[in-house]
């Protein structure tokens, strides 16, 4: 027998599915995840000052004030991040392209470029014979960053509007306004435990691979800090991406420094499972099967800020069906 549930919950549910069902059908990824990631600053800055002792006109306006700030910050990291990363990674290329080569030749392999300019000359060539899918690429990301946009100030706007009055109940209107009101929160408090272990893993993890990188005196090393941290706010796929990059900057000294490189790695992230178990676990408790398979249907889905929010989506609905009455 079914659990009973009233009718404003069921039609507060039907709209959860349907605004999820949206932001897959049209790609709205980026612009949910910019909404939740400033919301979730703002609501916490708030929620700190008030406890404080801040009186809430000056706990709101401040927080904004930290927002701004925090945005600011990280968007001087991420552009820093940027430039490093055209700047280093043509001399990283150059530098891992004959250490490659020389490896190819010892296993008996044949690379289809010798050097950087030759990378350079497919790339470009590829790029012609692409046009059009190069012009779409470039479409998504000015889109992109439109949504990001959009959803920045969609949470500010929620977060400086002031709290409805109450509404008058007895109507089906006033209880699917107090539902949809509760799942948000419950949505928006899923993000916030998800994410917030997500950050202090990510950053665990940048200040252990920035000790090892420091300790042997490994290029590039501005740029691969920032490479762990950024790509640590992606699960899984971000380790392995950042992961490629620090091994290919060790090829660039020599074939022991990599190997010793791809060792630590490895070392590192079998801590960081037991880290994340501790962390993650002790937050959400939600085993690492579900949560592999929740991964790989929000990348087929949303692609990076897909995986982004698996998690999130995967503990959301575990809570709703907490709340669920028993039949």
């Given at each position: 027998?079914?659990?009973?549930?009233?009718?404003?919950?069921?039609?507060?549910?039907?709209?959860?599915?349907?605004?999820?069902?949206?932001?897959?059908?049209?790609?709205?990824?980026?612009c949910?995840?910019?909404?939740?990631?400033s919301?979730?600053?703002?609501?916490?800055?708030?929620?700190?000052?008030?406890?404080?002792?801040?009186?809430?006109?000056?706990?709101?306006?401040?927080?904004l004030?930290?927002?701004?700030?925090v945005?600011?910050?990280?968007?001087?990291?991420?552009?820093?991040f940027?430039?490093?990363?055209?700047?280093?990674l043509?001399i990283?290329?150059?530098?891992?392209?004959?250490?490659?080569d020389e490896?190819?030749?010892?296993?008996?392999?044949?690379l289809?470029?010798?050097?950087?300019?030759?990378?350079?000359d497919y790339?470009?060539?590829?790029?012609?014979?692409n046009?059009q899918?190069?012009?779409?690429?470039?479409?998504?990301?000015?889109r992109?960053?439109?949504?990001?946009?959009?959803?920045?100030?969609?949470?500010?706007?929620?977060f400086?509007?002031?709290?409805?009055?109450?509404?008058?109940?007895?109507?089906?209107?006033?209880?699917?306004?107090?539902?949809?009101?509760?799942?948000?929160?419950?949505f928006i408090?899923?993000?916030?435990?998800v994410?917030?272990?997500?950050?202090?893993i990510?950053?665990?993890?940048a200040l252990?691979?920035a000790?090892f990188l420091?300790?042997?005196g490994?290029?590039?090393?501005t740029?691969?800090?920032?490479?762990?941290f950024?790509?640590?706010?992606?699960?899984i796929?971000?380790?392995i991406?950042?992961?490629?990059?620090?091994?290919?900057a060790?090829?660039t000294?020599s074939?022991?420094?990599?190997?010793?490189?791809?060792?630590?790695?490895?070392?590192?992230?079998?801590?960081?499972?037991?880290?994340?178990?501790r962390?993650?676990?002790?937050?959400?408790?939600?085993p690492?099967?579900?949560?592999?398979l929740?991964?790989?249907?929000?990348?087929a889905?949303?692609?990076?800020?897909?995986?982004i929010?698996?998690?999130?989506l995967?503990?959301y609905v575990?809570?709703?069906?907490?709340?669920?009455?028993?039949?």
């Amino acid at each position: 027998m079914l659990p009973t549930v009233p009718a404003p919950r069921k039609v507060a549910y039907a709209l959860v599915v349907l605004s999820l069902f949206a932001v897959a059908r049209f790609n709205l990824g980026p612009c949910l995840l910019a909404g939740l990631f400033s919301y979730m600053i703002l609501n916490r800055t708030d929620r700190l000052l008030l406890s404080s002792g801040v009186k809430p006109f000056v706990a709101r306006w401040c927080s904004l004030g930290l927002f701004i700030v925090v945005a600011g910050l990280l968007i001087f990291i991420f552009a820093a991040f940027i430039r490093l990363g055209l700047e280093r990674l043509p001399i990283l290329m150059d530098r891992v392209l004959p250490r490659l080569d020389e490896l190819a030749a010892r296993v008996g392999l044949q690379l289809p470029i010798d050097n950087t300019r030759e990378l350079r000359d497919y790339i470009l060539s590829a790029a012609k014979e692409n046009a059009q899918a190069v012009s779409k690429t470039s479409g998504l990301l000015t889109r992109g960053f439109f949504q990001i946009v959009v959803g920045i100030a969609v949470a500010v706007l929620r977060f400086l509007s002031p709290e409805p009055a109450p509404l008058e109940q007895g109507h089906l209107y006033s209880e699917l306004h107090h539902e949809g009101r509760h799942r948000a929160a419950l949505f928006i408090g899923s993000f916030e435990r998800v994410m917030g272990a997500q950050i202090v893993i990510a950053a665990i993890n940048a200040l252990a691979t920035a000790v090892f990188l420091i300790s042997v005196g490994m290029p590039f090393l501005t740029f691969l800090v920032l490479a762990t941290f950024i790509c640590g706010m992606v699960p899984i796929a971000g380790n392995i991406v950042s992961n490629v990059v620090i091994v290919a900057a060790a090829l660039t000294r020599s074939n022991h420094l990599a190997v010793a490189a791809l060792v630590f790695l490895v070392a590192v992230h079998k801590a960081e499972y037991f880290l994340n178990s501790r962390i993650v676990g002790a937050r959400i408790h939600l085993p690492m099967w579900a949560t592999l398979l929740a991964l790989l249907v929000g990348e087929a889905l949303l692609g990076v800020p897909g995986v982004i929010l698996a998690p999130t989506l995967l503990y959301y609905v575990r809570e709703e069906l907490r709340l669920v009455p028993p039949s």
